[in-house]
């Protein structure tokens, strides 16, 4: 039959168990929160890193534009003086 010290280890042991899993719980909450935000500042680069590349582009394609306007108006001034 067991004693009241019995029981006392018992509760001890299952408030230890409970603690414990508590930790570990917190740790990995802590660790999926850090993968999170690691996640997260990769999309983050690679958003950026997207948004120059079009940017880049849209420079590049207005600066062609430009320059085809300046041929256009130079053959129409060749053209008609």
Same mark, same amino acid.
């Given at each position: ?20 899993? /508590?930790? *570990?719980?917190? !740790? $990995? ?7 999170? @935000?690691?996640?997260?500042?990769? =999309? ?14 849209? /420079?590049? *394609?207005?600066? !062609? $534009? ?7 108006? @130079?053959?129409?001034?060749?053209? =008609?003086?």
């Amino acid at each position: 039959m067991p004693t009241a010290s019995d029981t006392v280890h018992g509760m001890n042991l299952g408030t230890g168990l409970l603690a414990f899993a /508590a930790v *570990q719980a917190m !740790q $990995a909450g802590i660790e999926r929160g850090q993968q999170l @935000r690691a996640v997260d500042r990769a =999309h983050e680069i690679g958003r950026k890193r997207y948004v120059r590349a079009i940017q880049h582009k849209k /420079a590049i *394609q207005r600066a !062609q $534009a430009e320059d085809a306007v300046a041929a256009l108006m @130079r053959d129409r001034k060749n053209l =008609h003086g």
